[in-house]
Structure formats: structure tokens, C-alpha cells
């Protein structure tokens, strides 16, 4: 079979020639970690401060790529000699190359600067200096890792990265799998995919036994054992996972085992599955829908990202089928909730998958993701029903580098949950004091204190692990450039249901020994993508080889940017004492009507949403008084436009010349109904009536920046300052 590059899959080169690819884990095991990982070593720094060593590691990996393609055959002649390269038309053509350059790094200029602390908006900030490293080299040898005969080195450090990031999630990295794609969107269709394909498996199996009278028994959701074939439709497709895609191979285990030989049972079960009507890669979803009367319902929170609906669109679930669960007031999925939709779910619904996402894009709020295992132990226990438990990590998977180590495989339920929750808030010790002066003449220091270790936060970061398939961005909170997704599995041999070739049936013991290092010769035939940078992986092994997903390394950057969400929030809080402050300093005469900001919850992760509201003097206080929403979304809307520039008009004003970043976000109704959101709008004051109409404007930043604390250090709090120029843009609002 040939892939859509023309590259054929399956063989691997390689190891035809004898070569086995090297695997750096075990060809430099006298490199010495060094005794520190200084995060400020990790990035350029907003000033390119670390410029010196990045260009000479820059140099050092092109000039080293030279010598590679000069001693390739040295002594063949020389293509492009020295007066074919001063030849005019080279001269001529290599000005004109260098002039559209300087065209594009000119446009460049208008560029935002992500990289910068006064750029709290997006998901996106500084790349580390492996990542960049690694992505360089990459794209100079340019391997595509479809298939190790065109990328013999990096399609072992995808495995490998794999195996880093499912260690991280606290996956067996031996029994998992893991690899990178081309970001959160796609790993999420992936794992939807997986879990889909193994869902549907039995009912192969199913049918086999009948037309051949086999008395095999499977394990149902609630544990115990049944002949498959007295098993209805709705428990079938309600399988525990592991046990979905482990009927296939149990059979024919039992099969051989009952003293058929391999070979013969093989053949013949490769035909079946070939012509069964549940063949879902062959016959369709619909077809088997049809077939069955099943309809499948996926169940996220109403904070899903929208490639949850893509996913819903693709697999032709259609996107009715997703069931957006309301949150709560900290925009966690509210689970009880979930538990009444399961029950309410009609005869003929099944659970394709339960998501719940650990870091939400709009709020970076943490879904219990505990409680969904809780809840998935109960309905197979009451209900003999299980399903399929994705995380999307994409934004916050990463927190799992806290854990680095230590993690617990199995979150308990009850007061061994709090111990172990209460352990780690106590390890992790993640709190800050820092002082600021309200004073508008002589200093007036106050101390604030903020601190982050939620037990609830906690556990379900733990509970990751018991999840079936995790997404994670390592273009996000990894710090690496894009595109780099990765999906991961919690038992690797789940994703036989969709490679090109049946593992499951030729070889009894395939599946996840093929993944285990150096068995795999690409991974074309496993994943939904083709041909794919192993650039990527090349940027992700080098930054977690140098920056460990543990909390001396990486975790490092997630500590300062969760202490940094923590700040803005403490900040925005304290606002109202601040006021007279900020309008001292303002030089403007008299002081601006009142107003302050409003965290729309206390933030999980490192993002923080807020709301710019009028207020109202009352003897000298400032008081919530009546204000209508609209004036409440204007204001806020005011601060956002002076704190950003769209893309659409950045050529009118150069980033440069914009001090600080902002993004927003607009809740509607749709999305979040005015009861899940009745907390906030009372600390608004807004009526659910007036919600309902208008929708609420919502400031969004993101504290992914890995340089505040050392900023802070060094002389300059850029959030304090933040704080300042959005009551500076607010006031001017208020005064208009
Ligand atoms: C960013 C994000 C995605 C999508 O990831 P891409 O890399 O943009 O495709 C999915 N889910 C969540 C929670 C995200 O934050």
C-alpha cells in the first residue's frame, strides 16, 4: 500500500539494510543532567537577551549541517562553482530574493510581539530556545515521519516524545501511546476516532460467533462474564474501553486456544471482518447505525472548544449528537448535571464519549475529571454501561508537568482523595506574597497573598491519568513552535481498530509490541495524518530532553504562570483601592467616574477573565449601584480596543507602539445559560433578563508569559503595570 506521498508503508527500509535506527536514549548514557534548569536560560528574552548563545547554536547546527552535505561523497564535483555563484544573474537573483526578504520582514514589524510580558491575550508567548533548536535542524534535514524510510532518527524521537508526554499524564509509557499531530483540533478528531472504531469492534465479533455457533464470553461494563453473542446492542457499544478492544484479540486467543491453529483461524476471521456489516472503516458509520437503531451522543461541558463539533461533524455523529453539560459558577463541568443527561438519554442514545477538559480556552477552568471516573465506576456498576473518558488537555495538560514523578496511578475516592490532594498542595507550596502601595503621596505598602492548590483543581489533574485518550498541545503551554498536537492513548493497542493493516488478526501478539521502540516503521498507517514534520519531534524531544516535564524543569514555567494568573486576579481585585492611585498619576485634571474590574471566577490555570464595570460614589465609596449591562459591555469593550489592535488593521498601528495586550470573549446565552452564570451576573448586577438579550463582554488574558517573576526581579511588574494601563484606558472610556 502506498501512502499519499508515494512513500509505501509498512516496510522498513532500515532494517532491511540491517541499519537499526539509533535511539539516543541509549547511545549517550554518559550525558550528565546538569544540577539546575534555570528557566532563564530557556527562552531569547523579550530583549533578545540570550541572542548570544541562540546564534551561536543557530551557526553551530548550519555549519555542522554543511560539513554533513560536503562529506557526502566529497570527491564528486562541485554542481555550483565559484564563478557560476558571482555570476550576474546569481548576484541579480540573490538581490532579488533578498529584497522581497526585507519586504516581509519589514510587514514583520507589525507583527504582535508574543513573546513579550506586556502581551497577556492569546494562548501563544515566548518559544523555548530547544524548541527553536530542534525545529531548525529538522527543517534543514527535513524528515517526514509518514515513514522511518524518510525519517530513520526522528520517527524514534516521536516515540520517544510519546513515551515523554504519556509518563507525564501518568500513562504506562510501555502499554500507551502517544504521538504528535498537527494540533489540539486534530487530536481531538483522533481520539473520537479511536474510541468510535473500538466501540463498533465487538459487534464484529459478535456476529462472527453467531454464524459459527462459538460459545465466547465476554466481560460487560459491570464485570461480569457473558457468551457475547446473548449480549444486546446497547451493553455491547457500552464495553468498558480496554475490554472493546480487547475482544477481537481475546477470541482469537480462545479460538487457538481451543486448539485451531493461527493461521487458519486468521484467514478466516480476516474474511468475516472483511464482509461484516459492522466493518465501521469498510461499511460506515451510518450503516451500522442504521443497522443497529443506536444514536450516539457525545457529552462535553458547555466551555468546549469548537473542535469538539468539527469532531462531532466528521465522524458523522453530526453535531446534534454533542450535548453541551452546563457549568458551574467556575466554569467546571457541573457533573451531576452530566449524571441526570445520562439518565435522561432515550433507549436507543449511547455515550460515543464523555470529555472533560482540563483547561477550558476561553476561562482555563479544570473540569472534575475525577468525578467523570467517579461517575463512569457507578453507571457500569448500577448500570452495566461504560464509556469512553477523553481528556482535552490541549491548554492544560502541561500542569501535569507539577506532578512530574510523583503522580498517583489511581485517584481514591473519598478522604484518601483529600490526603493525597492535600500532600501535593503542601509539596507543590505554590503561594506568593508581594506588597503594593495604594498610597497617592507618602508609601502605603499593603502585603496581598495569593496562592494556588485547589484540592478539586488538584484531583482532577491527577485523574488525567484515568482518562482513555488525552490531548495535549505542545504548541500551547510546551512552548514549541507550531504546528505540534499530541494524542495519546491509555492503552496503545486501541488504535489497532483503525490502522491500515489488521494487526489484531495476523498476529496474536501485534498491536502495541509494534509500537514498542523501533517496531513501528512510521506512523502513516496508525494515525489520521500523513506525511508530517519531524521537525515536530525533533523540537519536542530536544525542549523536554533539556526541560524536563517534571517540576524542576518545566513545571518551573507552569509554577511562575500560575502564580502570574493568581497576581492579575489578586490585582483586579484590589482594584477599587488602587483607584485614587492610578488617577493621581494620571495627568489629567479631577478624577474619572467610577469604575473597577471584575474576575468573571478566581482562575484554575493561568487565564483570566474579567469585566470593566461602571460604578457609582456613594458618600465618598465606591458602590455596585444599578448600571445596565450594555454600559457594563461597552466599557469593557472600550478597554479592549485600546489594549489590542486587529489583525485587520495592525498596518495602522504598528504593535510597537501598543503598550499591552488583551484578549475578549463574549458569553451568550447559547453557550452558557444565565442560571449557570447566576454567581457572576449578581456580583454584576445584572439581571438574567438583560443577560439573556445582550450577552456579556468578557476581557481575557492569558499568563503564559514566562518572564513576570524574573520581570519583577529586575525592577518592572509588568502585570501591576497592566493593571495600571487598564485603568488608564478605562478612565479615558468613563470620561469620553
Ligand atoms: C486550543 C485548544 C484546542 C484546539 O487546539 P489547536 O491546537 O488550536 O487545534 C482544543 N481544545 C482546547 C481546550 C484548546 O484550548
Known sequence: MKDASGVACGGTGAEREGMKPTNPDTTAPHLVAPAAYPLTAWFLGPHAENAVPWRELLEHLFTDYVHWRRNYFPSDPWIVGRVTRRSEEHEAWYDWLTSHLDVILGELKYHFPLHSPRYNAHMTSELSLPGVLGWFAGLLYNPNNVTNEVAPITVQLELEVGRMISAMLGYNPRTSFAHICSGGTLANLEALWVARAVQFAPFAAREYCRAHNIAYRIRTANGRERPI????????????????????????????????????????????????????????????????????????????????????????????????????????????????????????????????????????????????????????????????????????????????????????????????????????????????????GHPDLRTLEVHWGDHGTIAALLAVADGDSTTVDPHKMGYVPYPAGVVAFRHGAVTEFVTQRAQYISDEKGGIGSFESGKIAGFGPYILEGSKPGAAALACWLAHRTIPLTVDGHGKIVRTTLLSARRLWRLLTYHQHLFDRFEAERDVPGKSRPFTFIPIAEPETNLVCFVARPMVWDEGKMEAGAVPLAEINRLSRAVYDSASIPGSRSHQKPSAVQPFFVSRTQFEERQYTAESLAELLERLGVSPEEYRKEGLFVLRSTTMNPWHGEAERAGIDYLFEFVRFLHTVAAEAMDS
Open 229 to 440: 453473542t446473548e449480549v444486546d446492542d446497547r451493553t455491547l457499544v457500552a464495553l468498558r474501553p480496554h475490554e472493546a478492544a480487547a475482544v477481537l484479540r481475546n477470541l482469537v486467543a480462545s479460538l487457538t486456544g481451543s486448539g485451531r491453529p493461527l493461521d487458519v483461524v486468521s484467514a478466516e476471521l480476516t474474511a468475516a471482518m472483511a464482509t461484516s456489516p459492522y466493518n465501521l472503516a469498510r461499511k460506515g458509520l451510518g450503516a451500522i447505525l442504521a443497522r443497529t437503531g443506536l444514536r450516539p451522543v457525545v457529552f462535553v461541558s458547555a466551555s468546549a472548544h469548537y473542535s469538539m463539533a468539527k469532531a462531532c461533524n466528521v465522524l458523522g455523529y453530526g453535531e446534534d449528537a454533542l450535548r453541551l453539560v452546563p457549568v458551574n459558577h467556575r466554569f467546571q463541568m457541573d457533573v451531576d448535571a452530566l449524571r441526570g443527561m445520562i439518565a435522561a438519554l432515550a433507549p436507543e442514545e449511547y455515550i460515543a464519549a464523555v470529555v472533560g477538559i482540563v483547561g477550558t480556552t476561553e476561562e482555563g477552568a479544570v473540569d472534575p475529571i475525577h468525578e467523570l471516573r467517579f461517575l463512569r465506576d457507578e453507571l457500569e456498576r448500577t448500570e452495566d454501561r461504560s464509556f469512553w473518558l477523553h481528556v482535552d488537555g490541549a491548554w492544560g495538560g502541561y500542569l501535569r508537568a507539577l506532578f512530574g514523578g510523583l503522580a498517583v496511578p489511581h485517584v481514591p475516592h473519598g478522604a484518601g482523595l483529600e490526603r493525597v490532594c492535600e500532600e501535593y498542595a503542601k509539596a507543590l507550596d505554590l503561594r506568593e506574597k508581594f506588597e503594593v502601595d495604594v498610597s497617592t
